[in-house]
């Protein structure tokens, strides 16, 4: 939000530096991102003075040029060549001097240096007003008035606004601070806290007449739920026009573009007292009434952008007896706004119910000022005052009558909410005592009306601006973020005491796993949980829990898959040039279920790539689904989980892929994603994903006993088979006969080899398995070797018909 320092000080006499008051604003929760400047004139007419045309005669090289003495208060006059048709002797004129900076309607700059044109030496350049930014003319020079000295700056002549413009993020809940008089409010309770008192200035309306009733217009409200407040007045016989320049600087300070006055007068309203208006011309309201209402759902408006939208059945409409004029609180229609045409005008200000506002302007993708302030709401008691203002302004700016009575239908006014304060609470939560005079005088500088006083605390009434205060504690954060956070005392002591935990807590077990990933070269991301509607045919859209009132069409359903989230990561890293990627992501996933809605956590890694960045030392090498069946065997195995069952996994996730169990639950699964998933998110290479059912895993590595032994004494023995195989055998098959042959004294089986193709018999296979055998109390002889080695034959010869190469 945009605040300019110069509307500020309409508000508060201030003398203050803007830098020493945007840290002020700041330290009461206002948060100053930036301060920047403003000129109502770019480059404020620097380097442009006024000059007095001493010669001009005809250039003796061009026909349409002429030569010209200039005096602009120096000692010698300066010789111009001049182009424009008007210039004579004797005028006073604009003169930009030799190294003034100009600038372009589109704000490009350049600059003025000496030079000769056709052979005539020029020394700078007397300017039309486009040329200055003072107008769109460019018919010829400025002819200014002949009272004015040579050499005096046309920064004195034109008014030229200086400002600082204060760029503050808005937190949502300070609805109260949403224009320049709710900051001017705040900075007045700072000021008072530093002893500083300063008079709040408000517009007045005293002097608002009605000065006849010849444009009467009804309102009927149909729901006073969905609009509790509704005022409204006719204006008759203006002019509608330019804003004069005063107004049109304003608003250009904040960012706006001014339009014509009427409407720019609603937009100054809006910025200065936080109240949205409209205008509606009043010859295209049919019937002479206006219906605030719902229509049917499927019923078509076209809105000020010329789209055409499809209301909602629940969308709150400013009607006339025939049609829809406007979505209420959220944006006007194209057939019934303010034009050059316009003479008489409805001007609307209104309250609407901020749930319904923000509903609607969602549905839409609509985000208006307007609907930014009514969403988060707004002083209901501010509508009639900000009505006023704006209708004595456009008569003062676009003249006219206000001709009719001032409609103001306010069926129930809401009750004034009251909070007790107690003393103990403030000094709890705060941590320090505050004085209690210090305490009346914050709520006091905050307009909170202090009803009683007891010996325990305060009884508050507060005002109907602060929607977001409604309880003790909101009181008291008021009365910190006034009295100063940076005021709280702190102690140089810290007592922290230390917490009993299993080293099997959840936070615990994400480090160990955590730490070992980003070992292996993973990186940790950390995604949102919220995707689009489309799941992409990952999961079920049944399962999926939509949400009720979602921020866009992108985050309407909480993802049922961590794969959603993580290739969309993947993709956004691969746009950008980055291929080489290892990720994984802690998170939860969520799941409508047997009416019941559920969380899964769990733990995704996502890898796509090469293993690792080119180098001259270590050939490049494609990450492949074996690569990741190593990193999910080492986690298993870092987190002590052994005699994990694996099978293939059927899934329309994985073109290929496999699924971990143990004792009947399944821990993870893994494999290379369907190219037609990647197509999807746009991405071209392959990813590898592994999904790890984080809950399931934590109930077993808790039961996990780790077992220390001593480091063997004894050397290992190593033996190998070439093993000539069906096609159809899976190592997995190798390594279970192995461990179910012998469990005493093999240590390691490990597949070195696999070869297919000639000199072998047609459907078969070659593997190279080895065995590494140890006995922990002496040194395996020949013997014993050759023994498990046959046995192990054996049972290779019968289970697999496996044969010797």
Same mark, same amino acid.
């Given at each position: 939000m945009k605040i300019s320092y110069n509307w500020l000080k309409q508000f508060l006499q201030i003398d203050w530096d803007s830098q020493k008051t945007g840290e002020l604003l700041t330290d009461l929760g206002l948060e100053v991102e930036g301060i920047s400047s403003f000129e109502s004139v770019k480059g404020g007419l620097k380097g442009i003075v006024v000059g007095h045309v001493l010669t001009c005669e005809q250039h003796p090289n061009a026909d349409r040029l002429k030569l010209t003495t200039v005096d602009v208060g120096q000692e010698t006059p300066l010789q111009i060549v001049c182009g424009a048709p008007n210039v004579a002797a004797g005028q006073k004129v604009p003169v930009a001097t030799i190294g003034t900076t100009l600038y372009t309607k589109e704000g490009e700059a350049w600059q003025i240096k000496k030079g000769k044109i056709r052979g005539e030496e020029s020394q700078g350049m007397i300017c039309a007003e486009d040329?200055?930014?003072l107008g769109n003319s460019h018919d010829g020079i400025m002819v200014l008035n002949e009272a004015l000295e040579p050499g005096t700056p046309c920064s004195k002549v034109f008014e030229i606004e200086n400002d600082e413009v204060f760029e503050i993020g808005l937190t949502p809940n300070r609805a109260d601070a949403m224009s320049h008089f709710g900051v001017a409010r705040d900075l007045k309770a700072g000021l008072e806290q530093k002893e500083i008192q300063?008079?709040?200035?408000?517009? $007045?309306? $005293?002097?608002?007449?009605? %000065?006849?009733?010849?444009?009467?217009?009804?309102?009927?409200?149909?729901?006073s739920k969905l609009a509790p407040r509704y005022c409204g007045v006719t204006i008759s016989n203006l002019i509608v026009q330019d804003s004069p320049d005063w107004l049109k600087n304003r608003l250009k300070a904040i960012g706006l573009s001014p339009k014509n006055n009427v409407v720019d007068v609603t937009n100054y309203v809006l910025h200065e007292l936080g109240q949205p208006l409209h205008a509606f011309d009043a010859s295209k309201i049919k019937g002479n009434k206006i219906e605030v209402k719902t229509l049917p759902a499927g019923t078509k408006f076209k809105t000020l952008d010329e789209?055409?939208?499809?209301?909602?059945?629940?969308?709150?409409?400013?009607? %006339?007896?025939?049609?829809?004029?406007?979505?209420?609180?959220? =944006?006007?229609?194209?057939?019934?706004?303010?034009?050059?045409h316009t003479s008489a005008i409805f001007l609307e200000s209104a309250y609407f119910d901020p749930v319904s506002i923000r509903k609607t302007a969602k549905r839409h993708g609509l985000n208006t000022d307007a609907s930014f302030r009514f969403e988060r709401g707004i002083d209901i008691n501010m509508t009639e005052y900000a009505l006023k203002r704006a209708a004595?302004?456009? #008569?003062?700016?676009?003249?006219?009558?206000?001709?009719?009575?001032?409609?103001?239908?306010?069926?129930?006014?809401?009750?004034?909410? &009251?909070? =007790?304060?107690?003393?103990?609470?403030?000094?709890?939560?705060?941590? &320090? *005592?505050?004085?209690?005079?210090?305490?009346?005088?914050?709520?006091? $500088?905050?307009?909170?009306?202090?009803?009683?006083?007891? *010996?325990?605390?305060?009884?508050?009434?507060?005002?109907?601006? #602060?929607?977001?205060?409604? #309880? *003790?504690? %909101?009181?008291?954060?008021?009365?910190?973020?006034?009295?100063?956070?940076?005021?709280?005392?702190?102690? *140089? @002591?810290?007592?922290? $005491?230390?917490?009993?935990?299993? #080293?099997?807590?959840n936070h615990k077990i994400q480090d160990v796993v955590g730490n070992m990933l980003a070992a292996q070269g993973f990186y940790e991301i950390m995604t949102n949980s919220l995707v689009a509607s489309e799941t992409e045919g990952i999961g079920s859209e049944d399962e999926a829990v939509k949400m009720l009132n979602p921020l866009s069409a992108d985050l309407s359903v909480l993802r049922t898959s961590m794969l959603l989230s993580g290739l969309q990561t993947v993709s956004f890293n691969h746009n950008r040039q980055k291929t080489n990627l290892k990720f994984f992501e802690f998170g939860?996933?969520?799941? @409508?279920?047997?009416?019941?809605?559920?969380?899964k956590r769990h733990l995704s890694l996502f890898v796509s790539g090469d293993r690792t960045d080119d180098s001259w030392a270590v050939p490049s090498k494609k990450t492949d689904f074996f690569f990741l069946k190593g990193i999910v065997e080492t986690l298993f195995e870092r987190l002590g989980l052994k005699d994990i069952e694996t099978k293939p996994h059927s899934d329309s996730v994985y073109a290929e892929g496999l699924s971990c169990s143990k004792d009947g639950k399944v821990l993870a699964s893994y494999g290379l994603v369907n190219k037609t998933i990647l197509k999807k998110f746009d991405i071209k290479q392959d990813v590898l994903f592994a999904d790890f059912h984080w809950d399931s895993i934590l109930s077993l590595v808790s039961t996990q006993n780790v077992v220390f032994q001593d480091i063997p004494k004894f050397p290992e023995v190593t033996r190998d088979f070439a093993l000539l195989l069906d096609e159809s055998a899976s190592f997995q098959k190798v390594y279970d006969i192995a461990w179910n042959t012998e469990k005493k004294l093999l240590r390691k089986v490990n597949l070195f080899d696999v070869y297919t193709g000639k000199n072998l018999p047609e459907g078969k296979k070659s593997y190279a398995v080895s065995f590494t055998l140890m006995d922990e109390k002496k040194t395996?002889?020949?013997? &014993?070797?050759?023994?498990?080695?046959?046995?192990?034959?054996?049972?290779? &010869?019968?289970?697999?018909g496996a044969e010797l190469r």
């Open positions: 040329e200055l930014g300063k008079e709040l200035v408000t517009p $007045s309306t $005293s002097n608002f007449s009605i %000065d006849n009733r010849s444009l009467k217009i009804d309102v009927e409200v149909k729901d789209v055409d939208r499809e209301l909602h059945e629940d969308d709150l409409m400013i009607c %006339d007896t025939e049609k829809p004029m406007c979505i209420a609180g959220v =944006f006007g229609g194209i057939h019934s706004g303010v034009t050059e004595l302004l456009i #008569r003062e700016i676009a003249g006219g009558y206000i001709s009719s009575e001032l409609v103001d239908l306010y069926p129930k006014k809401p009750q004034e909410r &009251q909070v =007790f304060l107690t003393f103990d609470k403030i000094n709890s939560l705060i941590g &320090q *005592e505050i004085p209690r005079d210090t305490i009346k005088s914050i709520l006091s $500088s905050l307009e909170i009306r202090i009803n009683n006083v007891t *010996e325990s605390g305060l009884g508050l009434t507060i005002p109907t601006y #602060r929607v977001d205060v409604t #309880r *003790e504690v %909101d009181v008291i954060e008021e009365i910190l973020r006034v009295y100063g956070y940076n005021n709280i005392d702190y102690k *140089e @002591k810290l007592n922290a $005491s230390i917490a009993k935990t299993s #080293r099997f807590e939860k996933t969520y799941h @409508k279920a047997d009416g019941e809605n559920l969380e395996l002889t020949d013997k &014993q070797i050759d023994k498990i080695m046959g046995k192990l034959l054996a049972q290779y &010869q019968k289970e697999l």
